[in-house]
């Protein structure tokens, strides 16, 4: 029950104020000046103040800015004739909540009070979402000091705690997981499933299924029942990556899930009811695609209910130092070796490099680096320039790694693969190319 803290000199408004707000659940006290009621705060913990701005002695803007010096998150609500706006008007510049004119409407009185009282309790998870943003930051779980990022954390903390979708868009290896799982882990969903689906690694034959489950005998190579990845997310979040290899008809399948809360699996009768958070993520601009016809305008603001941009880390420079102590330490508990730090020229060529693979491709590096390294201090790093791709964060996708021809692309696979000894995560690691994609790249073009 929030107590609430009236102050005004009339005392029929008192009285009758604090009937109504008892009748609609609230616990009230009553004071009829503003020094009385300041000493009251200080001494007792109030959710809200109702303030009148004509009182003896002190008058209401005086006990409001009192009121702010002491707990500027308490929430004031100004009450005052209708003569008195702009008295009302410069009340809210010093920080009350809202005004309201006497006579007052009952419901209309309610309906401010609640509203406040909602956004103060909005602002206090937002905080505390903050405050553990910063902790998982000092903590090594995400990585980013720098002006752009603190944005993007900002935004994470203010829509984490509902249930808004999520369209998480930035260039490959900016991140797009890791910030999916920060949501999930703020929000009320934390303690439930975070199910992540990789749209563009799963076969379109396959991917109906993947997604939506099947019974048993849906078809032929359909030996037991399956839950689908959308099931398995009931009651917690799915992540759908590269969410653009979705075909036509599975859009229009993710749509009416969507839609209706339900999903039904292929072979059966019923469907199953849902409560899940949809993210979605990809590295191209997903507005452009739908321009473009390449993906569904209806689903895309299904999709699109807030809005999260990465930036790359060529336009974070400030957090590369961050980076590079964090893979030094990862690549020293894998690899068993002891690297301290780098030495001041080649930070300066890690800062310098524009990374177009990002934090992905920055990491390949360092374990490269710290894998070679012979000393605690590494005072030199290659740096693979052989591939010169274009950014794929743009309204086409790329057609192969580098915007190069696909005969060029599988040469330098095959000769990547050669260079590991046949070792094909190796010669992922020398492509600065992250394991899956590479992977599919063999499946593409042949190689596997």
């Not at 609609?24 to 020094?35: P, V, Y």
């Not at 229009?252 to 039904?264: P, Y």
Request: hydrophobic share 40%; glycine share 6%; proline share 2%.
């Amino acid at each position: 029950m929030e107590k609430i803290l009236i102050v005004d000199d009339n005392e029929i408004l008192r009285f009758t104020l604090t009937e109504l707000l008892e009748e609609s659940g609230f616990e009230c006290t009553a004071f009829e000046e503003g020094t009385s009621a300041l000493k009251e705060i200080k001494e007792h913990h109030y959710g809200m103040v109702i303030l009148d701005m004509r009182l003896p002695g002190m008058n209401g803007l005086d006990v409001l800015k009192k009121i702010k010096e002491s707990d500027p998150s308490l929430p004031v609500i100004i009450l005052t004739a209708f003569g008195d706006i702009k008295t009302a008007v410069e009340c809210m510049k010093q920080g009350a909540h809202d005004f309201i004119t006497k006579p007052f409407d009952n419901d209309a009185i309610i309906l401010t009070i609640k509203k406040s009282l909602e956004l103060k309790y909005l602002k206090q998870e937002v905080n505390i979402l903050r405050k553990k943003l910063d902790e998982n930051y000092r903590a090594g779980e995400v990585i980013g000091n720098s002006d752009v990022m603190k944005k993007v954390f900002e935004q994470v903390a203010i829509v984490a705690p509902t249930n808004l979708s999520v369209l998480i868009e930035g260039e490959s290896g900016t991140g797009k997981e890791v910030i999916s799982c920060m949501i999930h882990s703020l929000s009320d969903r934390r303690t439930k499933h975070f199910i992540a689906v990789d749209c563009g690694a799963i076969p379109e034959s396959l991917i109906e299924s993947e997604l939506f489950g099947h019974e048993k005998g849906a078809f032929t190579d359909a030996k037991n029942a399956k839950e689908g990845k959308v099931e398995l997310a009931n009651g917690g979040t799915i992540f759908l990556d590269e969410i653009t290899n979705l075909s036509d008809s599975n859009q229009i399948k993710l749509l009416r899930v969507i839609q209706e809360r339900k999903v039904t699996r292929l072979g059966a009768k019923e469907a199953i009811k849902l409560d899940i958070r949809i993210i979605a993520a990809t590295n191209i601009k997903l507005a452009e695609a739908v321009n473009n016809q390449r993906f569904r305008q209806d689903l895309y603001y299904r999709l699109n209910e807030f809005h999260l941009e990465l930036p790359p880390l060529r336009e974070r420079k400030e957090d590369i130092n961050l980076f590079v102590e964090h893979f030094i330490n990862d690549a020293n508990k894998e690899l068993n070796r002891n690297v301290k730090q780098m030495s001041d020229n080649v930070m300066e060529k890690l800062i310098n490099h524009t990374w177009q693979g990002n934090v992905r491709e920055l990491r390949n590096v360092i374990r490269r680096a710290v894998l070679l390294s012979k000393g605690e201090i590494i005072t030199s790093i290659d740096i693979p320039d052989e591939i010169n791709y274009q950014t794929s964060y743009s309204t086409q996708a790329p057609a192969s790694i580098s915007g190069i021809t696909k005969e060029i692309e599988k040469e330098m696979i095959i000769k990547a693969i050669q260079e590991a000894n046949g070792n094909k995560s190796k010669a992922a690691m020398i492509l600065n190319m992250n394991e899956r994609t590479f992977y599919r790249k063999l499946k593409n073009l042949g190689l596997s």
